[in-house]
T-cell receptor, first 112, second 115 residues
Framework: GENVEQHPSTLSVQEGDSAVIKCTYS??????FPWYKQELGKRPQLIIDIRSNVGEKKDQRIAVTLNKTAKHFSLHITETQPEDSAVYFCASRLTGFQKLVFGTGTRLLVSP | NAGVTQTPKFQVLKTGQSMTLQCAQD?????MSWYRQDPGMGLRLIHYSVGAGITDQGEVPNGYNVSRSTTEDFPLRLLSAAPSQTSVYFCASKKKGTAPNYGYTFGSGTRLTVV
């Protein structure tokens, strides 16, 4: 079945720096790649997603890139702020299925 | 809209007890899923449903049952609780289709402890 690896497991940056979180998926039939943000004690919330027919998508300070050949996708956060501190999860979904497979998460800490 | 509502928020069970975690959504979403979240392991899919009367297994289905008699409700049953089922359980729902922002919406979670 599909497997998603996520790195790094923890990431510490200074406010204003950029942060990059990377994920690798195993099944080339995957076609949908969402990113979720989970604050401490809260539910995961969708922040951005990308489909396999698109190479990059931006939404203000966040962007996601997809390299289908290498089966990599990445989350980029620019001008980080303390409120960006949270756990971020990537996920992938196989074409024709409704199952999301999640990575193990990245704990991002943005220091003022 | 209340969104995805999970009850209870917290529960302590003794080994061998059974219980049902409730999940309801009022967004007329076709797809619903149950995940468990354990430290360092992300979110793992237990069971999912693509519509009323249709369910299927995810990555970790053993020890859990589901049913989907209505579009709104998707309860998760623990048949005989074990300490390994101590976890935070999330229910999620999604509208069918691929339009923007058709990602899964998560409930607030149920924290279950089995002693």
């Amino acid at each position: 079945g599909e497997n998603v690896e996520q790195h790094p497991s923890t990431l510490s940056v200074q406010e204003g720096d950029s942060a990059v979180i990377k994920c690798t998926y195993s099944d080339s039939a995957s076609n949908y790649f969402p990113w979720y943000k989970q604050e401490l004690g809260k539910r995961p919330q969708l922040i951005i997603d990308i489909r396999s027919n698109v190479g990059e998508k931006k939404d203000q300070r966040i962007a996601v890139t997809l390299n289908k050949t290498a089966k990599h996708f990445s989350l980029h956060i620019t001008e980080t702020q303390p409120e960006d501190s949270a756990v971020y999860f990537c996920a992938s979904r196989l074409t024709g299925f409704q199952k999301l497979v999640f990575g193990t998460g990245t704990r991002l800490l943005v220091s003022p | 809209n209340a969104g995805v509502t999970q009850t209870p928020k917290f529960q302590v069970l003794k080994t061998g007890q059974s219980m049902t975690l409730q999940c309801a959504q009022d967004m007329n979403h076709e797809y619903m899923s149950w995940y468990r979240q354990d430290p360092g392991m992300g979110l793992r899919l237990i069971h999912y449903s693509v519509g009323a009367g249709i369910t299927d297994q995810g990555e970790v289905p053993n020890g859990y049952n589901v049913s989907r008699s209505t579009t709104e409700d998707f309860p998760l049953r623990l048949l005989s609780a074990a300490p390994s089922q101590t976890s935070v359980y999330f229910c999620a729902s999604k509208k069918k289709g691929t339009a923007p922002n058709y990602g899964y919406t998560f409930g607030s979670g149920t924290r279950l402890t089995v002693v």
